[in-house]
């Protein structure tokens, strides 16, 4: 349905042309300094109208706090953000209307419910987003508070792809190595595709143009790191951090896939040539020195870098003449009418980190439960080296 | 944490070395015939010791149900299936114990837990799956009376992959459809790869039996179809479909990535091409000719196949010696002991299956709950063509 | 937190002086004829100001729906409402901040979160109130449409009470059975104590207008029944309908106690006094002749009426001079500003039964997926009387 | 359903004649001491044979941990508890099959899931407490440690009841106020009604005494305290501490109402003379001197006893013939076979225990979660005297 997380809840609303988007956040940790300027950067990020590559419909997407907060505080209660539709007014008839658009939500929404919103893509619409993104800024602003940094890039634009994603070994390795390592949110942004390798950029941005002019779309990927993830977050057995990292991807609309660390290409290595042998860190601790593993092993986050891609396909809303049936079976040709992106991909960025933020936070508040619970006992005798090979009381983060 | 789905709820105990394993199905229709044979069949396709390319070790893992069923009907009752563990008894100390074995668990669950359990993967073991795959098998007989098939196989082992795989266009994406039409457990099982192709499998047969004398592993991915899923499930906009396959499958032990329909190829085409427009189904529905959308639409399933790959890392556990950090940070060579599978793949078949069905059930009896409460309500008037474009009640699932 | 329900999802946003209250219900289901008229008919009803029973303050409490419908019928998404608080300004100091108010949430609320909102009751104002009334609400009109009849009343006022709440036995009874088949929304709005019983609504009058005048302020008790409740809701055997109800009814602010049926009076009784046989109903099915189940047997309604009692406290806000504690633990004399309600009995009766129709509307539509999913399997044999003694198919409702 | 809980979950399975019944605990806090003798004693506490006033049935009711410990410490992994049914055989038909028992489940179970159990109360029998009990005892072990006491008693048996359920004024509240205060589970045990009060002890045994000889049945009262309870405890809006014990409380199989602090007489006082004032407490922190508020305010733990009281009606199953009519309609007399409890209450002392233990214990969790998640944020500025009164840094507990 329509909430995300346990501990740190999201629960959105808003369909393409209703009075207003926006969500609730419920279980955010008290005490937190928050405005919405701290909201407003990340759906900046994610609106409309950006560049000459999205969409040329305008909207301002502000976004005003209802509750939760007094004085620039969260207060521990439900925040609820609350972004108006400036087009409210389903829209009148037209031929279009008659066909379910093709790889749309159309056809599906009509059999699942019985009814569906008249115009736009009603629920399945990209301004569901916006409840996702506002969330995930709060979520953001508490991590960052831990150190935690959240970075996304396009790696992809149809078959404008840098190399790691073909082939993660040697030369490649070291280059999706350095970006895990260093990219920031400003060399993102400093391209309009949101690639930060400006070559690439350069390339991908022509791939999107010539689809604009075709009246097409072309899909790509979204990779994304996670920087001083806390250790030991995740639930195993089911909702392991890659389960949950995975669930939120996925629930982005247009997704078709997501790996992370080695992920389909790992598939074709033997285990010696995986596994991530452990070091000593220095610090009392060990780290890996390769990180296949992405920052995640048996469900758990291990300290290192999480890093993984998500595919996105191309956006079904083209306006070429498409032969496809109506809804009453006779078939036709739908020319769609309006304003879509080409490529989906800059603006999927900041939704991408913002779905990272949330599991990263929800799995967070419920490793904090155990840990300060687990604080309160005893240690366990040091003699129990079985179950206890650190022969000491470990101290959970 | 350990349990998975909203209506049809699996909670999932038992550690490598415990008493026992095994789950509680909560929430199953009552009036289902159901007996313990029903479950083994899988359970027998899950366990160890079935060819000479998995782990030796021998176990029987014959379940017992311990409560929910009377006269082999189910109550509606929670349904406690039990499987007991042979071998009970934590193991005597040695080297390898001071070593967090790399890939693995051990690291990350000390570091959550503050503990761990002394031998073997404790609770990130592959023997938690036995519950899985028991609840599954519930699952599956319910969906069997829908008419719902579930297939899976493998698709690769290491670099022996079926061509699909790295390009859907064309004839591999005739013999990737073929495959998804027809292919049965019985063609899947004739081959101990379970791979239903029968000269990739022999190579892939090579391939594991070269990294079982190499005392290494080996990963691979495995493709799996849901043929017959009821029209309309998945709950948007966090609980689409796809989001809770993602989730399902990558909760299991070893998985790297999931994709579903045209996945991450289908980032390379354009909307034109990656499009599937309708047709009439001549039955007063609507189907699509391609299906690039893999079954799944708006995160809806419209009645296609579904069909998905899982990427499986090679195992962690290897016998070659690997240098490697201790627990207290001090490097050595960890030479692991003991029988360990070359390559999960084949097992992992009817462990993929499984979430598939606990992921599907949970979603038709969500939808279920919809479809009723909405028919009890007068249908909505036919000159609402905006939000009805049917011009009729429609009849939901 | 601030989510009720499984399958018909209610979470509230709001303190008393933030920006909006309101709520999201997620769920619905789809093809419901809803306006917001359906749903400020008991906003009003709630509202302050109503007469010189209740708090003086103006509010209108006018709602807008901002998304989930179109054309005036429910998309099966989520539904958000909202209503803006007046008065949004976080008030000045003044000597009463330093004290936390005796029987309020200032206290707790300041030890859980480290910290509070400024003025009001924040989060544990009666405001938050608007949106389970607001979602009850729609929840009442889902439930309209299957005939279920929902309608409490107040029964006592400080020592005015009805004398069945004393004794159910002989004549009390049967003025309780009157009540319970008969009683109305109209009738009960007639008088403005919201008791239905006018000699007994004279005094309760009385007695709250003398605690207003004492600047004092009273208790008392609501009583609610519910009118053809389908049979078999409710899950055993932690969600049984009572402990949803009782968890409902205690959730609401200034409720000190929760019965049903016989309730605590019941506890007197021999088995065979309490006992309700069955006959039959005349229509293939059972009733029972008495009821002091409650209308609900082993947490699963029975379709009898369901009827329950709810405990108020005296509200907390009084203006008399009360000799307490400030925070900083020196003591001194509260005089509490402002208006408040002598009693909050009156005004609970709109938000009592919007809490009985959001368990009963959740619990239907769980019910309705398990009489769906069932219906779907095929009819248990005849034969297997045991499990089966009507010897027939059940039809699920 | 079956699951109770957010953070410690309980999950219960078993009939009154399957195999097994029990339960699996999950997030149980990693590192605390267990055995199976510390789940024993209260199952022992729980069972029949007890003393003449059970059932004469006799059971051992011994309890395997299944998983989820490890050398006798918790892993953070679900723990499977396990205790066998010794009749696992479902009965042969009788006359009494044809009826649906009077104020039992029978009729209800059939009427939801369209099947049931053939004989004793399938999942309502008392037996699916056991499973409760064994959780509770965990729970109760990990909150020792905290210092919590839980405890409660018999306080009525029908006609016989502690002065202080009809009066809680003067002398009674005083007598109530000591219970609380000093009670023991030793003083609760020395007498075999389970009421600590001796000479009223002595006059239940005589009412059950009474009821057994005429095969009838007796309801009765449970008081419970919970001493030392953190504060902070309970989640607004929806889960209020009070609400989450009522709804633990009716689900407690043959309860009928719950009431807490000053409960039902509350109802009858003015908020003078129900407000409890606070004083210092000496340490920096406030208590109060009355608690009418039974140790909850704001749906919050203020850190005073908690103290409330559930009603249980006269068990169902009692060996008078009864009037009643069978499955298909016609009437009877149903001349019940077998044994019973004449009276619920001195068994029914140790489960109201467990579910109480069970409800603190996932509070407790769940506010750690925020209590730490706070702790990590920077405190609120000392100015900020509004939302932060006390100018300081709030330690959460």
Chains 1, 2, 3, 4 share one sequence.
Not at 52 to 78: A, K
Not at 192 to 201: E, G
Not at 353 to 360: D, K, P, R
Request: net charge neutral.
């Amino acid at each position: 349905m329509s909430t995300f997380g346990q501990a740190f809840k999201v629960t959105t609303f808003g369909e393409s042309h209703c009075k207003s988007v926006g969500c609730i956040v419920d279980g955010c940790p008290p005490g937190l300094k928050l405005t919405e300027a701290d909201i407003q950067v990340q759906l900046d990020r994610r609106r409309p109208g950006q560049s000459n590559l999205t969409t040329p419909r305008s909207e301002t997407d502000t976004v005003t706090i209802q509750s939760g907060t007094e004085l620039s505080y969260t207060l521990g209660t439900p925040i609820c953000m609350f972004v108006p539709n400036k087009d409210q007014k389903p829209h009148d008839y037209s031929e279009t209307d008659f066909f379910p658009r093709p790889s749309h939500a159309d056809w599906t929404y009509l059999q699942k419910y019985g009814i569906k919103a008249s115009s736009g893509g009603g629920r399945s619409s990209a301004r569901e987003t916006i409840g996702r993104v506002a969330a995930g800024a709060i979520a953001e602003k508490y991590l960052k508070a831990h150190g935690v940094e959240i970075v996304a890039f396009v790696s992809a634009v149809g078959p404008v792809r840098l190399d790691f994603l073909d082939d993660i070994s040697g030369d490649n390795g070291k280059i999706l190595s350095d970006l895990i390592n260093t990219v920031t949110r400003d060399q993102v942004d400093k391209n309009i595709t949101r690639c930060p390798v400006d070559s690439a950029s350069e390339k991908m941005a022509e791939e999107i143009l010539k689809r604009k002019e075709e009246k097409n779309s072309i899909g790509g990927i979204v990779t994304c790191v996670i920087r001083n993830c806390p250790v030991g977050l995740g639930e195993p057995c089911f909702d392991k951090l890659e389960a949950k990292l995975a669930h939120a991807m996925l629930s982005i609309p247009a997704t078709k896939g997501f790996e992370f660390g080695s992920g389909f290409q790992g598939t074709k290595l033997s285990g010696s040539e995986h596994n991530d042998p452990f070091v000593s860190d220095g610090k009392g601790g060990l780290k890996t020195i390769k990180n296949h593993s992405g920052g995640i092993q048996g469900g758990i986050s291990n300290g290192e870098h999480i890093y993984f891609n998500v595919a996105f396909k191309p956006a079904a809303t083209i306006s070429i003449g498409q032969e496809s049936s109506k809804y009453d079976g006779s078939s036709g040709v739908l020319e769609a009418r309006g304003r879509h992106d080409p490529c989906v991909l800059p603006r999927a960025v900041p939704i991408v980190e913002s779905m990272a933020a949330l599991v990263i936070m929800d799995a967070l508040m419920i490793q904090n439960s155990r840990a300060l619970s687990n604080s309160r006992l005893p240690p366990i005798p040091e003699n129990l080296r079985a179950i206890n090979p650190l022969g000491q009381k470990v101290k959970l983060t």
